[in-house]
């Protein structure tokens, strides 16, 4: 397991970072169902991620896309 880090939480599921030396994962924990998902992987644009948030069905986070040097909301 990898350093986990910035945890959010809405009704029964949990998102969080867990760090890596190859990247960044977000993963997903449904309480309801007790299963995990990976949601988003180094390759998928979210080593500059941070402060990603749930809310009911939709995730979002914060990123530099390192292709172009824009940040935005994924």
């Known amino acids: ?12 599921k949990i998102i969080w970072l867990e760090l890596w030396p190859e990247g960044r994962y977000l993963y997903l924990y449904d309480l309801a169902t ?5 949601v988003a992987t180094p390759d998928d ?3 500059t991620s941070v402060d990603p948030v749930i809310s009911g069905d ?5 990123a530099t896309d390192l ?8």
């Open 1 to 12: 397991m990898g350093l986990i880090w910035a945890i959010d939480i809405s009704g029964d």
């Open 67 to 74: 292709r172009t040097n824009v940040e935005g909301i994924y």
């Open 58 to 62: 939709n995730i979002v986070w914060h």
């Open 34 to 38: 007790e299963t995990e998902r990976l």
């Open 45 to 47: 644009n979210i080593n």
